[in-house]
């Protein structure tokens, strides 16, 4: 009779017993609107949720796995429109591209954009929904991100 091997996880990370460290590298914002502080506000979200669900150790250069990329896309639009062919409901919306590198396997890096977007009121500006939309846009691009990269889903 075999023995058989099954890894648990409660976080649902699945990472090799091989990676021990991580980097997150700057993540410039290349959009071309500009929101001040919002990469460093994205790369510290995932330096924060490395260090959370994993046992990993950052480092500042040649980690088992590096995360790169940078903010592609940040616009505003809308959404739907009311009679008047006026906006009810603006949509803004965020891209990161993602180079995920990882050392000890070739086989699982990772370049993708992920993009998400948050609806408001159109009555509302960009400045007043901006600290909620953000919060949110950034998790769910996260949750994308280690779904495929540290979860593997």
Known sequence: ???????????????????????????????????????EAFRNMLIDRIEQQTN??????????TFQGEITNYKVSPVALTAGQT????RL?????????NRKNEAENVQKTYTWYYDYPADLTRDQVAP?????ILETIL???FSDTLAKW
């Not at 906006?87 to 603006?90: D, F, G, R």
């Not at 919306?93 to 590198?101: F, G, H, L, N």
């Not at 909620?132 to 949110?136: D, N």
């Open 93 to 101: 919306s965020i891209s990161i591209k993602i180079d995920y590198i």
């Open 132 to 136: 909620e939309a953000h919060k949110k």
């Open 143 to 145: 949750d994308n991100l």
């Open 87 to 90: 906006a009810a409901q603006n």
């Open 56 to 65: 990993l150790v950052q480092v500042e250069n040649n980690g088992d796995i």
């Open 1 to 39: 009779m075999q023995a058989c091997k099954v890894n648990y996880s409660f976080s649902g990370i699945n990472i090799s017993k091989n990676i021990k460290t991580f980097e997150v590298d700057y993540i410039p914002n290349n959009a071309s609107f500009i929101v001040p502080g919002l990469n």
